[in-house]
């Protein structure tokens, strides 16, 4: 018989950080949920969305947000600025990967893009660096 109260955790760490919009309910297949944004989600109380953090530190600059939001079609250019920031955060990375290594992290954001947002690309920079240490 399956265990329904703990997330389905894959053997490779990378595998299992998840994004999720915070405006969605909260499940026990996120494992721990952590806030990757800079301001606090408008009109969401903390017992709602249910963190086990709240990463602040990680999140893209004021500067390079501001950057991207006023033309939008400079995606490209934001995932490799964002990127460099995220090099220069080696211990808020360490911190999220070490998550991982022991279950599901989910990376939770509020941007309304769905498609095109900083969590994204986190979670494919957090994976590809699990992955890198595996290999090593």
Same mark, same amino acid.
């Given at each position: 018989?399956? =265990?329904?109260?703990? #997330?389905?955790?894959?053997?490779? #760490?990378?595998?299992?950080?998840?994004?999720?919009?915070?405006?969605?309910?909260?499940?026990?297949? =996120?494992?721990?949920?952590?806030?990757?944004?800079?301001?606090?989600?408008?009109?969401?109380?903390?017992?709602?969305?249910?963190?086990?953090?709240?990463?602040?530190?990680?999140? #893209?600059?004021?500067?390079?947000?501001?950057? $991207?939001?006023?033309?939008?079609?400079?995606? +490209?250019?934001?995932?490799?600025? $964002?990127?460099? +920031?995220?090099?220069?955060? #080696?211990?808020?990375?360490?911190?999220?990967?070490? $998550?991982?290594?022991?279950?599901?992290?989910?990376?939770?954001?509020?941007?309304?893009?769905?498609?095109?947002?900083?969590?994204?690309?986190?979670?494919? $920079?957090?994976?590809?660096?699990?992955?890198? +240490?595996?290999?090593?």
């Amino acid at each position: 018989m399956a =265990d329904l109260s703990r #997330p389905n955790v894959s053997d490779d #760490p990378a595998e299992r950080i998840r994004v999720k919009r915070i405006y969605r309910a909260a499940r026990v297949s =996120d494992g721990r949920r952590i806030l990757v944004d800079r301001l606090w989600p408008r009109g969401i109380s903390k017992d709602r969305a249910r963190l086990i953090a709240w990463e602040r530190g990680i999140a #893209p600059s004021d500067g390079l947000r501001r950057w $991207y939001h006023e033309d939008l079609d400079r995606w +490209e250019a934001f995932k490799d600025r $964002y990127r460099c +920031e995220l090099d220069a955060a #080696p211990e808020l990375v360490g911190k999220i990967t070490g $998550y991982a290594r022991d279950g599901v992290v989910t990376l939770i954001y509020a941007a309304k893009n769905e498609d095109r947002n900083h969590a994204l690309v986190l979670r494919d $920079y957090l994976s590809q660096r699990l992955r890198t +240490e595996g290999r090593a």
